[in-house]
């Protein structure tokens, strides 16, 4: 397999750098998945049509992982298209040391809680941060509620 993977990696990634227009990162992890179902399957492909399956699996995967880059919200792609918003010109000092209240207030709530209020705050709906997630629509409301409680229970003793 060693000696097959020197032979073919660099013409699998440009045979789908062909039919696939997307980052390098992306074709890579597509044509590393087709490998290792290669090392998988491997009793059940022949040796003469190897590379027409890697091809064939990569150039899938890789569309699978463009379906799903353009469904997942990037979380570094939103915090950076917020950050004008955050640093805004108009802000007074006051403003801004309330801001920066509320950020700690953030950093001491549990980490599930900060992630659906992030996730929420980036505009996403409870279906969405579920399914993000890995959890119920009824346990994000949950996380948010108590989220939300604890950041004026901090609030409250902090006035």
Request: hydrophobic letters at 45%; a positive charge; aromatic letters at 4%.
């Amino acid at each position: 397999m060693g000696e097959l993977y020197g032979l073919l990696a660099r013409r699998l990634e440009e045979a789908v750098r062909i039919d696939v227009r997307a980052s390098n990162a992306l074709i890579e992890d597509a044509c590393q998945i087709a490998w290792i179902r290669l090392l998988r399957d491997r009793d059940q492909v022949h040796r003469e049509t190897v590379m027409t399956w890697l091809v064939r699996t990569a150039v899938h995967e890789a569309f699978k992982l463009l379906r799903r880059d353009r469904r997942e919200l990037s979380l570094e792609a939103a915090a950076e298209e917020a950050m004008p918003i955050a640093r805004s010109p108009e802000a007074t000092p006051l403003e801004l040391c309330e801001r920066g209240e509320r950020l700690a207030a953030l950093g001491r709530l549990p980490e599930r809680q900060q992630r659906a209020l992030w996730l929420h705050a980036f505009g996403l709906s409870y279906t969405e941060i579920a399914r993000h997630e890995g959890c119920t629509t009824r346990t994000v409301e949950r996380q948010l509620i108590r989220a939300r409680e604890h950041i004026r229970g901090i609030q409250a003793q902090a006035a």
